[in-house]
């Protein structure tokens, strides 16, 4: 029984988007379908084939073990296909019966696939293959395949490249665009229309919500198509239009985001940032390139970081700030040229489970930087000095101010911001 020529067409569109399960195509077109039982395909044996480089110099011939994976990738579209819809299983091969190769397959030749299915009890089934080249029967066999159930759901208008790695449970919504170089973990969720393209590794449980750009080239006129890479850990949101930019050579290559972080609507990462884990961006927050925003930071809405800028562990920038200078760990930072310091991050820092102690040593010591007479260099050494205020928290806090290459902010609020601050 032969289906009408638009399920054909299907069909012949589908191959391609199957082909991601095989390391190489080995089937040219479908000419007849009849779901679950048979299927005819056709292959072009032609002479620029890469296998024919080295079998054999002077007398090319077809190896047999492309016939048999030839075989394989028909019997693996008979199989999977489901009418409107992408695969659902994957199938490997368990083994082949009474193959017979009756006559060398050489360039030019125009074989005929048939496979015909037999038995099949779940996991297993049996497919009867034939080869033919003109009316000719050039090779036959029986195909022993296994037939495993895939949580994958790739949708039949994606676009996934057949290089492109897809993790098991991971769906990929309608006109989605996955590049030839991306790895994208187990159970993700890639929206519809998203783009995930360039050297990217998404790790597990990832949502990508539609429109998002993930892992395009770098918005730098030095950058010359170097292969760079954008690196995703675990259990990450990027939600509507976010974009997210791979590394430049000059930056160091890659753009770094670690785990169960959460980027808001139309937020910006670009080159050469690197997003430690549990960080919050509010809509429209952007970072400049070679940024660090360090473990749980909050970006508020339509805030920008400049670029080799540093944002410090559990630091708050507030909304629409404007950020020049690195942003000090476990402070509040709000303002635009210049940014002011509004004090700890004491709501934050209490969210995350820091100790009262803790939180009253760091206080303590913002107001040695903040509300003394000392200048930075004596107000850390006070800080240094001052046995009552010894924590792991403190002492990062000194070495971020050492380490700073660009500065800090340490410009306090005014009476009249503080006031306006609480207002809002």
Not at 233 to 245: L, M, P, S, Y
Request: charged share 25%.
């Amino acid at each position: 029984m032969i289906k009408h020529l638009d399920t054909i067409n299907h069909i012949n569109t589908l191959v391609d988007r199957l082909c991601y399960r095989y390391p190489s195509t080995l089937v040219d077109a479908i000419l007849e379908h009849d779901p679950g039982r048979r299927l005819v395909a056709v292959k072009n044996v032609t002479v620029n084939e890469e296998f024919f480089q080295g079998h054999f110099p002077g007398t090319p011939l077809m190896p047999a073990v492309l016939m048999l994976e030839s075989w394989s990738q028909v019997a693996a579209v008979l199989l999977l296909h489901r009418e409107g819809g992408a695969p659902n299983a994957r199938v490997y091969v368990r083994g082949f019966n009474d193959a017979k190769f009756r006559r060398p397959i050489v360039p030019g030749d125009r074989l005929r696939l048939e496979i015909s299915l037999g038995r099949r009890r779940a996991p297993l089934a049996r497919a009867q293959a034939a080869a033919y080249v003109g009316d000719q029967v050039v090779a036959e066999a029986e195909l022993l395949l296994g037939v495993v159930p895939d949580r994958t759901q790739i949708d039949a208008t994606a676009i996934v490249h057949p290089d492109a790695y897809v993790g098991q449970g991971t769906t990929i919504g309608p006109h989605a665009v996955i590049g030839a170089h991306v790895r994208i973990g187990a159970n993700c969720t890639i929206g519809a229309s998203a783009v995930v393209d360039g050297w990217t590794d998404i790790g597990d449980e990832t949502e990508i919500f539609p429109f998002a750009s993930i892992g395009l080239i770098p918005q730098d006129l030095k950058f010359k198509g170097e292969p760079t890479r954008l690196s995703i850990g675990r259990r990450n949101i990027f939600r509507e239009f976010v974009t997210i930019n791979r590394g430049t050579r000059g930056g160091g290559g890659v753009t770094e985001i670690g785990d169960r972080n959460v980027f808001m609507a139309y937020v910006h990462v670009a080159h050469d940032c690197h997003v430690g884990h549990d960080t919050i961006f509010g809509p429209h927050a952007t970072l400049g390139g070679h940024v660090t925003v360090e473990d749980f930071a909050n970006i508020s809405a339509g805030s920008a970081v400049h670029q080799f800028c540093r944002v410090g562990r559990h630091g708050f920038i507030g909304g629409y700030s404007v950020v020049t200078k690195d942003a000090l760990p476990f402070a509040r930072t709000v303002g635009s040229r210049p940014a002011r310091i509004f004090g700890v991050n004491t709501i934050g820092l209490e969210r995350r489970g820091l100790k009262p102690d803790v939180i009253e040593k760091l206080k303590r010591s913002f107001r040695y930087l903040l509300q003394s007479k000392l200048n930075t260099t004596k107000a850390l050494q006070q800080i240094k000095r001052d046995r009552s205020l010894s924590c792991d928290e403190v002492e990062y806090l000194v070495d971020f101010i050492r380490t700073s290459q660009r500065g800090v902010v340490l410009r306090r609020a005014s009476r009249r911001a503080e006031e306006v601050l609480a207002d809002e």
